[in-house]
């Protein structure tokens, strides 16, 4: 049996909504029992730090997400992650292209789904929008955390 229980947020390119994401899930779970990770789909923003914007909205919040890094999402990572949640059709449609087989393709959810199961919504993607949006995407992903901390303690 694994040791630890491993769960990785998914956008684009890892420096807004999946940052907030991997930040507010960590900060839910035991660390002892579970790690969380990020990754972009796009890799665009290599080795960067999470957007400005994101690291001021979840710090106030009391969340420090500034020594994340942006990392591309790699099809190992589809074997070793127990959990995968994207942030929208689009991420979802991505990962799913690089998902080899069913075992594989049952670990991925968008994380909306968790909290709204059936209603296919999609976290937006806060980068060319105002300050209001990393507001709003934060109180989105709070919301799913809530539950997907609340799901997996449960197991």
């Known amino acids: ?22 930040g507010l899930m960590r900060s839910k779970l035991n660390f002892t029992k579970f790690t969380v ?35 591309k999402l790699t099809p190992q990572d589809l074997e070793n992650f127990d959990y995968i949640y994207v942030m929208d059709r689009s991420n979802y449609n991505d990962v799913m292209d690089l998902a080899q087989n069913d075992e594989q393709r ?20 806060p980068y060319y929008g105002g300050d209001q949006g990393f507001e709003n995407v934060y109180k989105m992903l709070d919301q799913a955390t809530d539950a997907i901390a609340q799901q997996l303690n449960n197991h």
């Open 37 to 71: 990770d990020s990754a972009g789909t796009s890799g665009g923003h290599k080795g960067e730090a999470p957007d400005k914007r994101s690291i001021e909205v979840a710090k106030r919040y009391d969340l420090d997400i500034s020594q994340q890094r942006s990392r």
């Open 106 to 125: 049952a670990k991925i959810k968008k994380i909306l789904e968790v909290p709204f199961p059936g209603d296919d919504l999609d976290v937006p993607d």
């Open 1 to 22: 049996m694994k040791e630890q229980t491993s769960i990785l947020m998914v956008c684009l390119g890892n420096i807004c909504r999946s940052p907030l994401a991997e």
